[in-house]
């Protein structure tokens, strides 16, 4: 009962889904201080956003002076451009504009590193593209930043989230829920930060294709029990959860690394980016619970081939991001 209601609640809203699972991931402005009163800046955009992007401008104001022409191209992933600027007595106070930001559906994250090690770190989105330096940034604005980041990035990653979708199909009961859902935020906690340490390095293009495949095989085996035939997957969803979380947490260290760490908080920016992923992760759990609840209190009729169709839904877009994903390796 409860995998059919919850495939009746989001059937409609999957037929809607746009069929690109990558979102458009925030550009990076990062001024570093070389000398007193002389700082690099560092403007990132990555490459698959580039397009969507190509009105973004960091601008300064007037108190600030240009030192050098601006160099750009692609290097790897993205789009860099470097500069030098100067400011007589630093940079507080200095107000900081993206251009055309309002006009675009992203965020930039500004990081500013000093001489001493100290960094302040700043979200620029399109309700306040503008940010006037601080002096200086405590723990609490990186702990904020990035917990944010992580709320952020686990709501708006289609993929990450059809997974825990799938796997809310196949549990049907809440002690094996608990389990499943545990499991899975154990093991893409423990890559996220072996990753995001360059403990370990796996390329992103494979990852981004194995998660897509992660939710073909869970779509196919949900089907495989509904004919009748449950396999080790419905048994033991647990097992599955940490297997294929330990891929969606390289996938988390993919973003986190195009951001960056603070230096002198990484600790703290990685902990709370992943309690950002987890907090999203239940607040998503918790909605399709929730009208699940709502759903039996009206006592609403739920169609027999809902669960089905929704998983043969699932699966056509996991196929496709797998294939698109895997072409890309040669693109």
Same mark, same amino acid.
């Given at each position: 009962?409860?995998?059919?209601?919850?495939?009746?609640?989001?059937?409609?809203?999957?037929?809607?889904?746009?069929?690109?699972?990558?979102?458009?991931?925030?550009?990076?402005?990062?001024?570093?201080?070389?000398?007193?009163?002389?700082?690099?800046?560092?403007?990132?955009?990555?490459?698959?956003?580039?397009?969507?992007?190509?009105?973004?401008?960091?601008?300064?104001?007037?108190?600030?002076?240009?030192?050098?022409?601006?160099?750009?191209?692609?290097?790897?992933?993205?789009?860099?451009?470097?500069?030098?600027?100067?400011?007589?007595?630093?940079?507080?106070?200095?107000?900081?504009?993206?251009?055309?930001? @309002?006009?675009?559906?992203?965020?930039?994250?500004?990081?500013?590193?000093?001489?001493?090690?100290?960094?302040?770190?700043?979200?620029?989105?399109?309700?306040? @593209?503008?940010?006037?330096?601080?002096?200086?940034?405590?723990?609490?604005?990186?702990?904020?930043?990035?917990?944010?980041?992580?709320?952020?990035?686990?709501?708006?990653?289609?993929?990450?989230?059809?997974?825990?979708?799938?796997?809310?199909?196949?549990?049907?009961? &809440?002690?094996?829920?608990?389990?499943?859902? %545990?499991?899975? &935020?154990?093991?893409?906690?423990? &890559?996220?930060?072996?990753?995001?340490?360059?403990?370990?390095?796996?390329?992103?293009? @494979?990852?981004?294709?194995?998660?897509?495949?992660?939710?073909?095989?869970?779509? &196919?085996?949900?089907?495989?029990?509904?004919?009748?035939?449950?396999?080790?997957?419905?048994?033991?969803?647990?097992?599955?959860?940490?297997?294929?979380?330990?891929?969606?947490?390289?996938?988390?260290?993919?973003?986190?690394?195009?951001?960056?760490?603070?230096?002198?908080?990484?600790?703290?920016?990685?902990?709370?980016?992943?309690?950002?992923?987890?907090?999203?992760?239940?607040?998503?759990?918790?909605?399709?619970?929730?009208?699940?609840?709502?759903?039996?209190?009206?006592?609403? @009729?739920?169609?027999?081939?809902?669960?089905?169709?929704?998983?043969?839904?699932?699966?056509?877009?996991?196929?496709?991001? %797998?294939?698109?994903?895997?072409?890309?390796?040669?693109?």
């Amino acid at each position: 009962m409860m995998r059919s209601v919850i495939g009746w609640l989001l059937l409609v809203s999957l037929w809607s889904m746009p069929l690109q699972a990558d979102e458009i991931r925030p550009a990076f402005l990062q001024i570093t201080e070389r000398q007193p009163e002389l700082y690099q800046v560092l403007w990132k955009v990555p490459a698959s956003s580039q397009r969507q992007m190509a009105g973004l401008t960091p601008v300064f104001d007037s108190s600030v002076a240009v030192a050098d022409k601006p160099l750009g191209g692609l290097v790897g992933n993205a789009y860099l451009q470097s500069w030098m600027i100067q400011r007589p007595g630093g940079l507080a106070g200095v107000v900081i504009t993206v251009a055309g930001l @309002p006009e675009v559906a992203t965020e930039v994250l500004l990081r500013i590193e000093y001489l001493d090690g100290t960094s302040l770190i700043h979200r620029l989105v399109p309700e306040a @593209p503008s940010y006037t330096v601080e002096a200086r940034a405590g723990l609490g604005q990186v702990v904020m930043t990035y917990f944010v980041l992580g709320v952020e990035h686990i709501l708006i990653g289609v993929d990450h989230l059809l997974f825990v979708l799938v796997l809310l199909l196949l549990v049907n009961s &809440t002690r094996k829920l608990v389990w499943t859902i %545990t499991a899975f &935020t154990i093991a893409h906690s423990i &890559t996220l930060s072996l990753a995001s340490l360059n403990l370990m390095h796996v390329p992103v293009p @494979p990852v981004e294709a194995c998660i897509a495949l992660s939710i073909l095989f869970v779509a &196919t085996e949900i089907l495989r029990s509904h004919r009748g035939h449950p396999g080790l997957t419905e048994r033991r969803p647990w097992l599955v959860a940490f297997s294929f979380g330990l891929l969606h947490g390289l996938g988390f260290a993919a973003a986190l690394g195009e951001i960056g760490l603070p230096q002198t908080d990484i600790p703290a920016a990685l902990l709370f980016f992943n309690v950002g992923v987890e907090i999203g992760q239940l607040l998503f759990v918790g909605v399709v619970l929730s009208c699940l609840q709502l759903v039996r209190r009206l006592r609403l @009729p739920v169609p027999v081939l809902i669960k089905p169709a929704t998983v043969y839904v699932i699966g056509i877009l996991a196929a496709f991001w %797998t294939v698109e994903r895997t072409a890309a390796f040669w693109g």
